[in-house]
Structure formats: C-alpha cells, structure tokens
C-alpha cells in the first residue's frame, strides 16, 4: 500500500488585470482583506493574450500578479477562482466603466517545484478539480531555474514572472525549515 506523504502548504497569489487604476485598487482591497498581506508583487506588465480579452476588457491592459503571506492549503484551488469570478462580477457593478469585464483575477499558487494556475477553460494539459474549475502546471522549477511549458503563457514565460516565483518559493522555503517540515516525510516503518 503507498503511504501518504505530507503535503506541504502553498503560497498563494492572484494576477490582477486590468486598465483601470479604480479596478485594480479595488481588486487590491478585495484581495488584501480577504487573503491578508500581501509580501511581494510584480511590476505592472503590458498584457496582449493575442487579443482574447479586447472585446470585453478593452486594449491596454496591465497585469501585475501578487503574493501573500499566509500560507495556504493547495486543495482550495478551485475555492479560489469561483471566488474572484464572483468579485470580477462585484467590480464591474461598482466600478464605472464602459467595459463589460473591468477586471480579470486569475489564481494560482507556488509550492517548491511549480507554479499553478486556476482556470475554467479545458484543454489537454489540465486537470479537472471541481464546480467547472481547473489547475494547470505553468512553470516548473527544475535544475535551480523556472521552466515554461508548450502551453504556458507568454506573459509567464517572463524574467518578472520568474523572479516573483522564486521570491515565493523562497517564502515558503523559509517556512518550511521554521517549522521543520523541510523535506520531512513521515517514516513508512511501523513504530514499535
């Protein structure tokens, strides 16, 4: 019979896009109060996606992606998204704009070796968790560096992108050894 390792907590994050300086302050609010301090951010980046989200977000959108502090558990995943989909839905009611999605808040975490994304669009590559929610592998940390994938998106493939995972993986790294659960696996030998 295998036996259940220890999974180690996560730290979570949320990209925040936009282009509206009122959509991401409110984001910004929503996601401070609800998920606690946030430690590290990313610069805001130009984001494209070839066009995909123009129609109802308008041109010129900005991403910038934040890290918090508290410590998470990965199986929430799914929790995650159909919340900041519900706080999309609140923001385009409170926000003043002519676009029909103001605001998009994609979530994910970062362990040790990955950086995982929340989504509801199917493809070959992700894996289906619950309530019409899905997780995608994004980067892979392998050989002391971040890895892309066929399917990771552009804007992830970036050095911003890469460092603000390293900076979270280190975050937890730290924790990890202050709680002494650093590559500490329960013994599969019977106590006697």
């Not at 282009?19 to 998920?35: I, K, P, S, Y």
Request: net charge positive.
């Amino acid at each position: 019979m295998a036996v259940i390792q220890y999974v180690e907590p996560v730290v979570r994050f949320c990209a925040v896009i936009t282009r509206h300086d009122a959509a991401r302050d409110w984001a910004v609010d929503r996601l401070t109060q609800a998920w606690g301090d946030p430690f590290v951010q990313t610069p805001r980046m130009p984001f494209e996606a070839g066009g995909y989200y123009t129609r109802e977000m308008g041109g010129g959108l900005e991403k910038t992606i934040i890290g918090f502090r508290e410590f998470c558990d990965p199986s929430e995943l799914a929790a995650w998204k159909t919340q900041t989909n519900l706080w999309e839905l609140d923001c385009a009611k409170q926000i003043a704009s002519e676009d029909a999605r103001p605001l998009n808040l994609d979530p994910g975490y970062v362990t040790q070796a990955k950086l995982v994304l929340a989504t509801t669009k199917d493809r070959d590559h992700r894996i289906y968790l619950r309530d019409g929610m899905f997780a995608e592998v994004t980067l892979t940390y392998v050989h002391r560096q971040w890895v892309d994938h066929r399917w990771t998106y552009p804007d992830y493939r970036t050095e911003d992108v890469k460092l603000f995972a390293g900076q979270c993986r280190n975050h937890l790294r730290e924790h990890l050894k202050s709680i002494r659960k650093f590559r500490n696996r329960p013994s599969s030998k019977p106590s006697a």
